[in-house]
């Protein structure tokens, strides 16, 4: 040991190539050493739940700031930077990311867009949150205007997706979460929209509450036009159920006796009450134009087009305002059609008999009143017999042969007066008209089957020179 | 500090290499010597350098560059021991052989 020491005395010239090296290995390492550590370091930090997470590395020190969710997610991370092999220490400059009271979200869409804002929870949210706003919205654009913080009340993630899922039933809305308290504005994309979103709002994770939901149906519409080219009535829009839908095309059928009616209805929830009581009439008096529109949307009702003669107008506007149900507004804009031209007294008669060849003037069951959905029909005869003035009409009336012949004689002449007094009542003078029954005298077909029957039961004009 | 050697086992090998041969040429060395006095004020030198390096006083780079230096020495030191031992070995078996 003791020539060690000897030996050591003469070590010393060979610390001149050694320095030599030492300034090459620190001028060549340092680069490749620090960007070994920063890689090490970043790969530490893979499953760590950080925002903002940033690494510099001087020499084997790093300096490691980042916005952490937790305490403990904050010391797990600083911790797992100085576990890599070859940090020497850690500069820490984490901090906790910034507690929100209230915690706010909130996503809303206009006309191009979606835009989510205010809190999220984690990244990890944030981006869930994302991907199902695309997912739910298709093609519309989503904007993420959200910041990331602390203090989401617990089961904010699923109240968010749920809420997410639901910006894709409105046309233009906000939806915001405060804490637990959920509120809502704007506007159902489609009718039923406000209603399903109202269902879906009951899923909401226990402890949330909905504060206002403001969410608006929109319109609820229903269309008719009568086309008296074509001869056919479309009917547009929704009809609140499948029965409802039935009864108002069944309508249609009674009241427009020669017109097809082309059915493009759809059913949908939404409906104002009294829906039905309002447009069963409504039809009846568009039947009484001649080319019409009729628009019902939600409670207010339009009705507009041309009646076939000056009295018309007036009785359609009252028979509406009699029938309405309450709450329901009517604006009726009818004309009056120009008179047709003048014919004699042979078109005329083919013209009854053509019109009643199509329709019969119904009345109620063993009655003489008059069944409203006839009225279409009365306007077309009222307005034939404006076109042969001189004429002197006969109005028959006939029964079948079910029951006691003299009540069936009285009956059809009571049909037959009724039907006189509706012409007269119309603006037509008395003097034209005669009433005449004749009971189930004339059949025109066999009191055999119902078929027969419903045709035997009817009313002919005859015009008489 | 096996980071370290492993990251760079080749400068390191280089030390050991060059202290091996220092420590070879210096049993026969017919040079000056370092005076105690100057060994000892080197000896404390290094120890006050180890300090700060366990202390990890010098931050960033320098501090880096101190641990390289450290361990390069200490290779260095183990190379020169080394060397002189068995060169040493190598004359007295000689001795005894002629």
């Known amino acids: 040991m003791g020539g060690l020491f000897r030996w050591s005395s003469k070590w010393w010239p060979g610390l001149i190539p050694l320095v030599i090296l030492w300034v090459i290995a620190a001028w060549t390492s340092t680069g490749p050493l620090e960007s070994d550590l920063a890689a090490r370091s970043a790969a530490a930090l893979k499953d760590s739940v950080l925002d903002k997470g940033r690494i510099a590395v001087e020499g084997r020190d790093v300096t490691f700031a980042a916005d952490a969710f937790s305490e403990q997610g904050r010391r797990d991370a600083v911790a797992s930077v100085l576990a890599v092999p070859g940090v020497r220490l850690v500069n820490d400059e984490t901090r906790l990311v910034p507690e929100a009271a209230p915690f706010v979200w909130s996503a809303e869409r206009d006309v191009a867009r979606v835009t989510l804002s205010g809190s999220s929870p984690l990244p990890a949210s944030r981006s869930r949150l994302m991907e199902a706003a695309r997912a739910s919205l298709g093609g519309v654009e989503v904007v993420d205007q959200m910041n990331l913080a602390r203090g989401a009340p617990k089961g904010f993630d699923s109240a968010a997706l749920l809420l997410v899922d639901q910006v894709s039933k409105l046309k233009d809305g906000k939806i915001t979460i405060s804490d637990d308290k959920v509120s809502l504005s704007g506007m159902a994309r489609d009718l039923g929209g406000r209603e399903a979103i109202a269902a879906a709002l009951k899923n909401l994770p226990e402890g949330y509450s909905v504060a206002a939901n403001e969410i608006k149906a929109p319109p609820y519409i229903f269309q008719a036009y009568k086309d008296p080219v074509a001869v056919t009535l479309t009917l547009t829009g929704y009809v609140p159920d499948k029965n409802t839908h039935g009864t108002i095309v069944a309508a249609a059928g009674r009241k427009f006796f020669s017109e097809k009616v082309v059915d493009n209805l759809k059913v949908s929830v939404g409906a104002p009450s009294g829906f039905a009581g309002a447009v069963v009439p409504a039809l009846g008096a568009l039947s009484r134009l001649s080319t019409g529109t009729l628009v019902v949307s939600d409670r207010e009702v339009k009705l507009a087009g041309d009646a076939f003669y000056d009295a018309a107008p007036g009785q359609i506007r009252n028979n509406l305002l009699k029938d309405f149900p309450q709450g329901w507004q009517v604006k009726a804009d009818i004309s009056v059609k120009p008179a047709a031209a003048p014919v004699d007294a042979t078109v005329c008669q083919q013209l009854f008999s053509e019109l009643l060849g199509k329709g019969t003037v119904r009345f109620e069951t063993g009655r003489s009143t008059l069944d409203p959905d006839s009225a279409g029909l009365l306007d077309r005869l009222i307005e034939t017999a404006l076109r042969c003035p001189t004429a002197n009409i006969e109005v028959e009336g006939h029964t079948d042969a079910v029951g006691d012949a003299a009540a069936n004689q009285s009956l059809s002449e009571k049909r037959a007066q009724a039907v006189v007094d509706y012409l007269v009542k119309a603006g037509l003078p008395a003097s034209r008209f005669t009433a005449v029954g004749f009971g189930s005298a004339q059949p025109v077909a066999t009191n055999d089957t119902e078929e027969g029957k419903a045709q035997n039961r009817r009313i002919e004009f005859v015009v008489k020179e | ?98």
């Not at chain 2, 230096?69 to 060169?87: E, H, P, Q, T």
Request: proline letters at 2%; one cysteine or more.
């Open chain 2, 1 to 98: 500090m096996v980071y370290l050697a492993t990251f760079y086992w080749g400068w390191l090998l280089g030390s050991l290499l060059l202290g091996f041969a220092m420590g070879w040429i210096a049993v026969v060395h017919r040079g000056q010597g370092v005076s105690k006095r100057t060994a000892r004020v080197l000896a404390f030198l290094v120890a006050a350098l180890i300090g700060a390096a366990l202390g990890r006083i010098v931050p960033g780079r320098p501090g880096y560059w101190l641990d390289l230096g450290l361990i390069m020495f200490a290779l260095y030191l183990v190379g020169c021991s080394a060397g002189s031992w068995l060169r040493d070995r190598v004359l007295s078996g000689n001795a005894k052989g002629a």
